[in-house]
T-cell receptor, first 112, second 113 residues
């Protein structure tokens, strides 16, 4: 059974810092992994999608890496800004299933 | 192109009532999935439908049901609402069943009083 864990659960950093959010999963047989952003009371915004054959994806100040063999993904945010404050969710689509399994998220606060 | 759309955006119900939530997938997508997200948790899978048939079901009681229409839109129905059903309900669409990339809608926020 796939389980997804995100560490840390919450993070508070000063503006401008580079930071890393971690996601681990127990079953390495995955189709893909997505990182989402969720603002309070809002829906999900897809940030990056990494297919199982890929090692990383980049979008602007965001970079996500995937290491299937170790069951880990990291989301790197460069030069953080107060507007980056949100909850970041990692979701894994496991081979042979029909659903995403989500972590519980990392709640990020970037202080001005 | 329009993304996944859901209606209504917000809803308030009382315990024991019934609710229907609606979802329209991305044009050309034939599969719709439903997820429930309670406060402080990640979304949990409820159902997947493809070609009007249920193809997957999560660990939810029979009070939860869904259907898919010939135009691939979908409804999620919840009977005998409980306070614990208060959540954000997310719809996701994909091209086919078990297609690896699902695209999420903005969600419907349900509050049960």
């Amino acid at each position: 059974k796939q389980e997804v864990t995100q560490i840390p659960a919450a993070l508070s950093v000063p503006e401008g810092e580079n930071l890393v959010l971690n996601c681990s999963f127990t079953d390495s047989a995955i189709y893909n992994l997505q990182w989402f952003r969720q603002d309070p009371g809002k829906g999900l915004t897809s940030l990056l999608l990494i297919q199982s054959s890929q090692r990383e994806q980049t979008s602007g100040r965001l970079n996500a890496s995937l290491d299937k063999s170790s069951g880990r993904s990291t989301l790197y945010i460069a030069a953080s800004q107060p507007g980056d404050s949100a909850t970041y969710l990692c979701a894994v689509y496991t081979s042979g299933t029909y659903k995403y399994i989500f972590g519980t998220g990392t709640r990020l606060k970037v202080l001005a | 192109d329009a993304g996944v759309t859901q209606s209504p955006t917000h809803l308030i119900k009382t315990r024991g009532q019934h609710v229907t939530l609606r979802c329209s997938p991305i044009s050309g997508h034939k599969s719709v999935s439903w997820y429930q997200q309670v406060l402080g948790q990640g979304p949990q899978f409820i159902f997947q439908y493809y070609e009007k048939e249920e193809r997957g079901r999560g660990n939810f009681p029979d009070r939860f049901s869904a259907r898919q229409f010939p135009n691939y839109s979908s409804e999620l129905n919840v009977n005998a609402l409980l306070l614990g059903d208060s959540a954000l309900y997310l719809c996701a669409s994909s091209l086919v069943v078990r297609q690896e990339t699902q695209y999420f809608g903005p969600g419907t926020r349900l509050l049960v009083l």
